[in-house]
């Protein structure tokens, strides 16, 4: 079966397919009302992927060649994605999501994305391939478009030789929450290892698991967690794209009770939606005693949503026990720490005011803050919390969360400065995240460049906006909080908050809960809805919505900031 050691570790990603092209499992895909569209078998993913490989290889394209791949929930993606590990081309999933700022914005992303990676072919499917020729217009490439291009072009008699050790897998585009997004390298054997940990130690998967997903396959959880690792364990997967579960997240569950399914994952965001849409006659629909692990990752976890989804799901066999905290991120393949199967969450109550003051993270009964512990890290992994100093912090003190072992990508494409900005000679990756340990646990607090320093306080723009959204009157996800300095040099916290009318009694109501829960007075910025930019995975992007609010704001004499044209807030 192509194996290079005993510990069930392929050569590449390609002799990884071979193996399950052996068995019957599936990759299956479901329609916008629930219905199944479409079966890909291992076996016929193989056989399709080897011939447009020998198709691809006809245009002599050199070894290593990127191909762009607009990542649609489409068996398009998974052929074309192994077609590249064949021809010896690096596939570069790039996001198949038009998001806020309509056509054009997306279009230039797809551009920058295709300029980035210096993409040589590119391929969107049916709906996408506008936007794709349009991004591609003014750049030199081989062919671009959609599938009919590729399935014109002749077969090679060349022999085909995988992408394999010490060759990249794949890019990953980092969702750029925080700056433009990077093109991540994974080589071979760093997704392979990240893979076999994640089956064999996080997630524990047997040959009965079954997988259910609404995640974007351009997105590190959706591409490694349920293309790649049930594939690794050749394992069944039923697909929702993720604008389906948008606009109908009750299909997740109905997937995972008809199915069966034992495994699925989302940020803590997707329980908290699917919770807020379910209905009690939905307590007749479903039967997920089946669902023994669920992932929730990606964000900062509020465990409350968490137990709010759980009791509603309780009475149709839903096990608080099943969820899974953990952390990860495309830099480490997917995967970097896993709370412990069958525990359910564990929550650390710590002292607010020392958290925010002194970056401790002392227990607590009163004044709390809830912080979830996202588990002890990967058997490969070394890590250590580090301070701006590099220095390694003691238990308990918040610090920069810093990981070495053979899963940390090779860099970022291209970018050899920011590379160096988070990349270590001797291999430690700077996360880029706030956190602290407990024993070897891992509890995540932020991104480091989210942190809204005020007056010397130390605060979590998660914790602003979670209690924003806790307000009767805001909804969840409709919050921005993130810091801006004024004229004075000082720095002002802000929380910008979609609205769809001026609400000077709710402006006051939430600047005073701020004042009251984290002893700072920030600027309450009321905007119209569908207002906060996001990311290309569906995050909050802080960065775009603080350089917007910049743009529509001036300073008074006072050194206040007021709307350009017309003032949308009061302080």
Known sequence: MNRIDEENQFACLAHALDAAAAGDTAYHFYGAKGELEHVLSYHDLRAQAVQLARKLKSLNLPRGARMAIVAETNPLFHVYFFACQYAGIIPVPVPAAIQLGGQDAYVNQLRRLLQSCLASVAVAP?????????????????????????????????????????????????????????????????????????????????????????????????????????????????????????????????????????????????????????????QQRYDLSSWRVACVGAERIHAEHLRRFAALLGPVGFDPKAFVACYGMAECGLAISFAPIGDGLTVDLVDKDLMIQDGLATPAEDNILELVDCGAPLPSYETKICDN????????????????????????????????????????????????????????????????????????????????????????????????????????AVLVVETRKNQPELTDKLAGLMRLHFGVTPYVDMTPPRTLPRTSSGKLSRSQARAQFLTRMTWDEQGWPTAVEVNQANA
Not at 421 to 430: A, H, R, T
Not at 469 to 474: A, I, K, L
């Open 389 to 492: 100093d590099g220095n390694t912090l003691a238990e308990r003190e918040c610090g920069r969360i810093c990981v070495r072992g053979p899963s940390v990508m090779r860099g970022y494409f291209g970018d050899i400065e920011s590379t160096r900005e988070v990349l270590s000679s001797d291999g430690w990756l700077d996360t880029g995240d706030i956190g602290y340990r407990i024993g070897e646990h891992i509890v995540v607090t932020a991104r480091q460049k989210d942190v809204i320093i005020v007056n010397g306080r130390n605060l979590w723009p998660q914790d602003l906006e979670h209690l924003a959204e806790s307000t009767p009157g805001v909804r969840l996800g409709d919050t921005s909080a993130f810091s801006v300095t004024r004229p004075n040099g000082d720095e002002l």
């Open 126 to 282: 049916e709906g996408f391939v506008e936007f794709l020729d349009r991004a591609a217009a003014p750049l030199a490439m081989e062919v671009c478009g959609g599938v009919e291009l590729f399935e014109a072009l002749p077969e090679s008699d060349a022999e085909l030789e995988p992408l394999t050790t010490g060759e990249a897998a794949y890019l990953q585009y980092t969702s750029g929450s925080t700056r433009f997004p990077r093109g991540v390298e994974m080589t071979q054997e760093a997704a392979l290892n990240n893979l076999r940990e994640i089956c064999d130690h996080g997630v524990c998967v047997t040959e009965d698991d079954r997988l259910v997903s609404w995640l974007p396959f351009y997105h590190d959880m959706g591409l490694v967690g349920f293309v790649l690792a049930p594939l690794y364990r050749a394992l069944s997967v039923h697909y929702l794209s993720p604008r389906t579960f948008a606009m109908r997240p009750r299909l997740w569950l109905k997937l995972i009770s008809d199915n069966k399914g034992t495994v699925s994952s989302s940020p803590p965001t997707g329980y908290a939606l699917c919770a807020t849409r379910l209905r009690e006659a939905d």
